[in-house]
């Protein structure tokens, strides 16, 4: 059984570019949901995909978007980076909506200089 | 507005004794709780969890206590190891999502 892989691990863009970061969520999982982590504070959720459906989002703007694909990977898009965005940004996989523990990856740490 | 807040930033403790990490959350909608331990350079690893129908739930070492009436959950881990240091976050979420809502953390240094 693998676990939840994200790629690439660190990557650093400047402010205006865009970004695709990329998860594949552990085996048998079929919910990703994809957390932002700043410095000194705790993961904050961005959103979640279920069966390739948005399914919540936190207080992100529009210009964080994501995909899901029919195995069950996941992309975190953002748009327009701006230096606050500079993070470690964590993907969470679990078994089924409702409840239970989330997994995470080792997350991707971005810098926006 | 910080729904699940842990107000100690750090703790010290002696290998060999009992660490309390403390957490606190506001929202009374919160139906299931769990606490991560991360270390450097790696993502939060889950360790327990707690549903709001208990007010305890232990495996091996660690133990998470729920007072529902304060909104006050904590871990105790018995005993501590040096391995045991690393930061830890309480997070809490409602059954109907997967949403987790996570505490700012506490750096937990277990010393010989």
């Known amino acids: 059984e693998t676990g939840v892989t994200q790629s690439p691990t660190h990557l650093i863009k400047t402010r205006g570019q865009q970004v695709t970061l990329r998860c594949s969520s552990q085996?048998?999982?079929?919910?990703v949901s994809w957390y932002q982590q700043a410095l000194g504070q705790g993961p904050q959720f961005i959103f979640q995909?279920?069966?390739?459906?948005?399914?919540g989002r936190g207080n992100f703007p529009p210009r964080f978007s994501g995909l899901q694909f029919p195995n069950y990977s996941s992309e975190l898009n953002v748009n327009a980076l701006e230096l606050d965005d500079s993070a470690l940004y964590l993907c969470a996989s679990s078994p089924l909506t409702g409840g239970g523990e989330a997994f995470f990856g080792q997350g991707t740490r971005l810098t926006v200089v | 507005d910080q729904q699940v807040k842990q107000n100690s930033p750090s703790l010290s403790v002696q290998e060999g004794r009992i660490s309390i990490l403390n957490c606190d959350y506001t929202?009374?909608?919160?139906?299931?709780f769990l606490w991560y331990k991360k270390y450097p350079a790696e993502g939060p690893t889950f360790l327990i969890s707690?549903?709001?129908?208990?007010d305890k739930n232990e495996d091996g070492r660690f133990t998470v206590f729920l007072n529902k009436s304060a909104k006050h959950l904590s871990l105790h881990i018995v005993p501590s190891q040096p391995g045991d240091s690393a930061v830890y976050f309480c997070?809490?979420?409602?059954?109907?999502?997967?949403?987790?809502?996570f505490g700012t953390g506490t750096r937990l240094q277990v010393f010989p």
């Open positions: 995909y279920y069966r390739e459906e948005e399914n």
């Open positions: 997070a809490a979420s409602n059954y109907n999502t997967d949403k987790l809502i």
């Open positions: 707690i549903s709001s129908i208990k």
């Open positions: 085996s048998g999982h079929n919910t």
């Open positions: 929202n009374s909608m919160f139906d299931y």
